[in-house]
């Protein structure tokens, strides 16, 4: 009698074993969508030269124990590399809503010490779109050149002694270059192109190391926009030497601005230039939209700007962050001479 109560406590055991064991699966795949970010947004970045994008999305609660966001980018949604990493601090979490990643400069591409093949990346499935960085092999990496302007970093002495005559052909011209090996590379840097379109995904890495599942990767595309309007600017006339000096403030992106052009208009004429600016920003943002839908009608300049061109300096390169300028005045007229205004 109690080899049987034995046997039957045995049995009970089992099949407690195994129902636990079945439903495991089925729980751990539940709590994994707990862990998919949301509200995964990317967008413009405004008033830029058109090389960024910014990332969005609202953070784990703390509970989850998150120690890092990795980021993913591609230029099709089935292949995504590794570009970054957001870190957490594991017991306080993410204080704010939302949480934002900048994809606006040089990042790393490929080097000699890059994998030679192309791996996923870690506890992804076969059918995963995430890789990790991408391998020196050519046949990947090369097709990548044309979605990124690429920046190569060369030792001094590698770029004067080791570089090798290498001649192209194209439509019977030949043309010379000194090629490099990539062993001759410290690292090939990549950064977006205006106009072009870019797949990003995020996933949630937690505090044992566990890859959660990313989420539905999003597409963006980054714009050339106008600068960023000044705020500040003031004239000031300087009698004794009969000089008209303007200042202004810088904005915030700056690095890509051709001129500062400072004009002149009568009272009067104020609506009507204010007019001529707010149709130029429609252009703008039309020119934009026909680029997205090629059936949108290009809009066109209908109103002239009535203000007068008075100071005009072009920006060095690289770019130097003056923010005066002046004209003198000779016989009543305002002078430039190195633009010939007057």
Same mark, same amino acid.
């Given at each position: 009698?109690?080899?049987?109560?034995?046997?039957?406590?045995?049995?009970?055991?089992?099949?407690? =074993?195994? #129902?636990?064991?079945?439903?495991?699966?089925?729980?751990?795949?539940? &709590?994994?969508?707990? %862990?998919?970010?949301?509200? !995964?947004?990317?967008?413009?970045?405004?008033?830029?030269?058109?090389?960024?994008?910014?990332?969005?999305?609202?953070?784990?609660?703390?509970?989850?124990?998150?120690?890092?966001?990795?980021?993913?980018?591609?230029?099709?949604?089935?292949?995504l590399f590794f570009i970054g990493r957001i870190d957490v601090n594991v017991k306080t979490g993410v204080s704010g809503d939302v949480m934002y990643f900048y994809d606006n400069n040089f990042n790393y591409f490929a080097d000699i010490r890059a994998p030679g093949k192309l791996k996923k990346e870690k506890q992804q499935p076969a059918d995963s779109p995430l890789y990790r960085r991408f391998p020196r092999d050519l046949s990947i990496t090369g097709p990548q050149l044309e979605?990124?302007?690429?920046?190569?970093?060369?030792?001094?002495?590698? =770029?004067? #002694?080791?570089?090798?005559?290498?001649?192209?052909?194209?439509?019977? &011209?030949?043309?010379? %270059?000194?090629?490099?090996? !990539?062993?001759?590379?410290s690292q090939l840097a990549k950064k977006l192109i205006p106009d072009h379109e870019y797949y990003y995904t995020?996933?949630?890495?937690?505090?044992?190391?566990?890859?959660?599942?990313?989420?539905?990767?999003?597409?963006?595309?980054?714009?050339?926009?106008?600068?960023?309007?000044?705020?500040?600017?003031?004239?000031?006339?300087?009698?004794?030497?009969?000089?008209?000096?303007?200042?202004?403030?810088?904005?915030?992106?700056k690095s890509d601005i051709n001129l500062h052009s400072v004009y002149m208009l009568a009272k009067k004429d104020v609506k009507k230039f204010e007019e001529y600016v707010a149709e130029q920003k429609e252009i703008e943002l039309n020119d934009i939209a026909v680029k997205e839908d090629t059936t949108i009608a290009k809009k066109t300049a209908t109103i002239k700007n009535p203000a007068v061109l008075v100071f005009r300096r072009k920006s060095a390169n690289p770019y130097i962050s003056m923010k005066t300028g002046y004209a003198d005045i000779v016989d009543g007229k305002i002078v430039n001479e190195e633009f010939g205004i007057d």
């Open positions: 009698m109690n080899l049987n109560y034995s046997k039957q406590k045995v049995l009970l055991l089992l099949m407690v =074993f195994c #129902f636990m064991l079945f439903s495991l699966p089925s729980i751990s795949a539940s &709590d994994d969508s707990d %862990y998919i970010v949301q509200n !995964l947004e990317v967008k413009d970045i405004p008033n830029d030269d058109g090389t960024g994008l910014v990332l969005s999305w609202k953070p784990l609660p703390k509970e989850k124990r998150i120690i890092e966001y990795r980021v993913y980018r591609g230029v099709t949604p089935d292949t979605n990124y302007d690429v920046l190569g970093i060369i030792p001094e002495k590698d =770029f004067y #002694f080791k570089n090798v005559k290498t001649k192209i052909v194209e439509d019977a &011209d030949t043309t010379v %270059y000194a090629g490099l090996h !990539l062993r001759n590379f995020v996933l949630a890495v937690t505090e044992s190391r566990s890859y959660k599942p990313y989420a539905e990767p999003v597409m963006g595309i980054p714009r050339d926009n106008a600068p960023e309007k000044i705020t500040d600017f003031y004239p000031v006339f300087v009698k004794d030497i009969n000089r008209l000096q303007f200042e202004w403030s810088l904005p915030f992106i």
